[in-house]
């Protein structure tokens, strides 16, 4: 695995670190509440009947669909 800096992962994507740190962590709570929702929806079917599937689509649109299309740093290659 190479080694990247801090910033370097935030830069591709167009983020700081501060942003990219609240953008990532606010999809890991969207997943740990979708998990969840998934484990009681497989012990009790009755409940959360859309709530994983609701949010993987959130996340998806967020992620891919509504992407920011700021202009990257100069000298720094786009995220694969």
Do not use: D, Q
Not at 3 to 12: D, G, K, L, N
Request: a positive charge; aromatic letters at 8%.
């Amino acid at each position: 695995m190479a080694r990247v800096s801090f910033s370097e992962h935030p830069a591709s994507v167009g983020e700081t670190y501060l942003e990219h740190m609240a953008v990532a962590g606010s999809f890991g709570w969207a997943m740990l509440r979708g998990s969840l929702a998934c484990f009681v929806h497989a012990l009790l079917p009755f409940l959360f009947l859309k709530t994983g599937s609701g949010i993987i689509n959130e996340l998806h649109t967020r992620m891919v669909t509504h992407r920011r299309t700021k202009p990257l740093p100069e000298g720094v290659a786009a995220a694969e």
